[in-house]
């Protein structure tokens, strides 16, 4: 951690701190705050480091030893961020590789400093290539500073120096020195008003598969997850919240269970959070297991799948009103005069983020203090969660970032923050860690939406498909998550996949199109979800795409391409692993394929299965291809590790997931009902990178799209049934 | 630190080669025991119902799920966690392989799954795809099977 340093310049900044420009803002373009590079500050007041050692800016602190500090706004949770940012940074800054350790600002620091490192947020595959070009800048700067700081110690122009691996050399007369040996006077150096990036094509440590920055810790038990802090004199929190959501606590009859062992309170949490705070957490969650709670569960009991599925339903009745995400031509009219049309509803459910950490947070508060440990994919969110919740001014609040176990955009929310702190307000001084059962975790999830979808398409007499009607009906994550986020009334992010232009648009022109949202917003709290609206819009439309080739008697592939001439980056991507997966020759005897493209977070991604098939009902994938142009790749090897795993976590939720509502709750409530795909049911994901340059994607979402509908529509060739209703478990097929 | 004034329930148990008398009831699952009282985190918490393997510890050099087991049923065994796989400092060849093939993302579950690794290549020194299938059965939601394998073969080889 960080200490607070320039203490009288830092600490009398009155930020204005507006919670919701924290929320995460996943799924919408732009949705992050405006960014300027604030580098701090030349001249003597050097910026210093917990061991002394000098800040060349808030981005590089470089010890005498010569390790290189890099600072990482940003949260690691498995995606490979972490080293991919280091590895930007490193790049300009021509250091070492071999000394780059990185370290987190906390949220109190970067507020205090305003805002120096830029956003927090960890969401819509926005880590590396919405902070690219500051961290960048950052890292230039630096060794600009540091270059000028040895030219000025040997009184000579900068331009006669150069540096590799952070050894400075004075070209004409061979003089050598090192980063960290002028690192304190770089620090004093007024920073370049402007400095050149290098054009990718010449990166060294950018690009490059290179080793992960955190992997020692994650095989030998050492890595401290947010469940795995321990404070002196710390006590454990086992909650449950109301299990229908927007129920509240009535009563609860803490007397019965005073006297189990390690029980020291028992505390309401808000209006619906009852809490057990015990010496252990198995003593905590052992008596809350037997606490007696009487919830006030309201008007939502009545709400089950059932009445969900009937209400979104009804917003597939054109009369009903809607949004109109994207448009041309005139649809309706196209499709009511068409030679033929083809009509589908799918539907796609609520599903858990499950990651494989429950949500935790840990809590020290005190009328002079709130700090927070905790794993969080935005720690200004998780900051602005704690300001709001102790009651405490900025300076007096902050939160210290610990690995995720998993994220996929559950925590990019801050309920579990929130909660810790209310917990720790009623026992001040005492340390509290709050950890989630299982079952408080997939069961008080926000989920991805639930909806469903009419597509109507139509020919005309040869065959030219002339008209596409899709009809979205069903949840908005943002009306529950950023309401200001929605534009009169509609949620843009709705559109994700399926939008005319920006980051997530269709590969598809259709002479006639509408595409249209009639939002309708169940009890049950939206979140985003890995590959968030993508996700349920590609099956949808992918799968649908396959349905109008078939009604046309034209190969899948075949058709697609007809309708992709003015898309030709969506195109390659698809080309590319029809080539990889080779489309044009046919597939081994008892082998089927499907494929399937989508546009999302400004990346290009397309996949293809094979699969077979027995009795109808057992796939088996043996193949999967998948081909990203993200516009540049920083690290391969990662890229490809979210590649695959966008392919495990999108199988494991067609095949195994889906949350299904009774009486106002979710029902499943552990891996036993909410299962996930093991190592015998994933083969191996081979990947095509075609990063094609000039603009930057992200990559740790876009691929889920293509998983589900790449192998639906394997399916669909292996046994000619098209399957549009979630997950494969509840049509009694699963994996062989 | 005993924080309760209700009585003490002492249990010894062995875990990585070392004695440790804590005091924590009989029918405590051993994963809390191991965080909790005797403070080693490394084996993590996943589902508390012996389907994630997050929790993966050796008793008796057999991979179990340490949530499904009692501290009463662990007594007396040998128990090994992950903070005790690396035999005098050098890492355990699953350890090595894991680093070498840069296996975690998230990471969470990788304690489970190498202790589960470990154990099989005990039994089987070079198993095959199919036994690898059969044998490893962790939850990893990140998706790092690809490099599960890849890795388990490398060591297999080391």
Redesign the interface.
Known sequence: MLPRTRKGAAMNQHVKINRRSFVIGAATAGAGLAIGLDLPFGGPAVVRAADGSPEVNAWVVIKPDETVVIRIARSEMGQGTLTGLAQLVAEELECDWSKVTTEYPTPGQSVARKRVWGDFSTGGSRGIRTSQDYVRKGGATARVMLIQAAANEWKVPATECKVSAGVITHTPTGRTTTYGKVAEAAAKIEPPADVKLKDPKDWTIAGKGLKRLDTVDKTTGKMIYGADIKLPGMLNAAIKDCPVFGGKVKSFDAAKIANMKGVKKVVQVGDSGVAVVADTWWHAKTALDALPIVWDEGDNAKVSSETIAKWLAEGLDNAQPAYVGNQNGDAKAAIAGAAKKVEAVYSYPYQNHATMEPMNATVLYTSEKCEVWCGTQNGEAAFAAALEASGLPPEKVDVHKLMLGGGFGRRGMTDYVRQAVAIAKQMPGTPIKLLWSREEDMQHGKYHPITQCKLTGAFDADNNLIALHYRLSGQSILFSVRPEALQNGMDPAAFQGVAQSGEASIGYSVPNLLVEHAMRNPHVPPGFWRGVNVNHNAIYMECFMDELALAAGQDPLEFRRKLMGKHPKHLAVLNAVAEKIGWSTPAPKGVYRGIAQVMGYGSYVAGAAEISVTDGSKIKVHRIVASTDPGYVVNPAQVERQIAGSFVYGLSALFYGGCTVKDGRIEQANFDTYNSMRINEMPKVESVMVPSGGFWGGVGEPTIGVAAPAVLNAYFAATGKRIRSFPLRTQNITFA | ????N?GTAMASLKINGKTITVDV?DD??LL?AIR??V???????????A??G?CTVHMDGVAMRSCGVTVGEAAGKEIT???G??AGGV?HKV?TA??AN??????????GM?MAVAALLKDNPKPTDDD???A??????????????EAIHAAANA
């Open positions: 630190m005993d924080w309760t209700q009831e405590t699952p809390w909790e009282n403070g080693l985190t490394g084996t993590k918490y996943g589902c508390g119902i389907q994630c997050a966690t992950i903070e796989l690396a890492l350890q894991w680093i840069d296996v975690p993302q998230c990471g969470y579950c990788q304690s190498i690898i299938n059969d490893i059965t962790n939850i990893c939601r990140c998706g790092t099977f690809q490099q599960v394998r």
